[in-house]
């Protein structure tokens, strides 16, 4: 009788896996970029050299590229899981374990994000004070509000914004 228990806390565990940073209310949980489009949103903007951020880099797909592409690479990851995950994946790349709402930005040339609407008003703000002018946001799937949008893939699902 002890399985039903224990799939049932594998369950529990799986779920929360997924769910924790949504649950805990500090972003985004599921959800992965598609590759195809990490990829075009790497034609588009040009990280060599490029000090590149992924806010909530998840299992490092779009991270490890950005340091392939030769970014500066720098990943922050609230999930313990999906960090460990990522920094085995993404040799060469700086992987923080924490918040990405406390990780300053002023030195990033590109930010990447995949989080939810209401993550990105907020992101929004963060990115106001600390992005130095000039820096790139790019938002797969979902739109930062306020911010000046200088390309959109339709096909993709990317926003593209500019820092004034
Ligand atoms: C929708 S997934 C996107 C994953 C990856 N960026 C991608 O595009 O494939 C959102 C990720 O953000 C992470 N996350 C959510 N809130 C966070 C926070 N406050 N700080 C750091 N990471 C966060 C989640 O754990 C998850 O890995």
Redesign the pocket.
């Known amino acids: 009788m002890i399985w039903p228990l224990v799939f049932f806390i594998a369950l529990l565990a799986f779920f929360l896996h997924l769910m924790?940073?949504h649950i805990s209310g500090?972003?985004?949980?599921?959800?992965?970029?598609d590759l195809r489009a990490?990829e075009r949103a790497l034609e588009l903007v040009d990280v060599r050299g490029k000090t590149f951020y992924?806010?909530?880099?998840?299992?490092g797909?779009?991270l490890a590229m950005a340091a392939r592409a030769g970014a500066r690479a720098k990943g922050?990851?609230?999930?313990p899981i999906?960090w460990l995950i990522c920094r085995a994946r993404c040799r060469g790349c700086e992987v923080v374990l924490?918040?990405?709402?406390k990780v300053p930005l002023n030195d990033a040339d590109v930010v990447?994000?995949?989080?939810?609407p209401s993550?990105n008003e907020k992101l929004a703000e963060k990115f106001e004070k600390e992005l130095k002018p000039g820096a790139l946001v790019i938002s797969?799937y979902w739109e930062v509000p306020g911010m000046e949008l200088v390309l959109y893939d339709e096909r993709h699902k990317l926003y593209i914004y500019r820092k004034k």
Request: aromatic share 22%; with cysteine; charged share 25%.
């Open positions: 924790w940073p500090r972003g985004a949980g599921y959800g992965r970029s990490a992924e806010l909530g880099c998840g299992y797909d779009v922050v990851e609230l999930d999906r924490g918040d990405m709402f990447y994000i995949f989080q939810w993550v797969y």
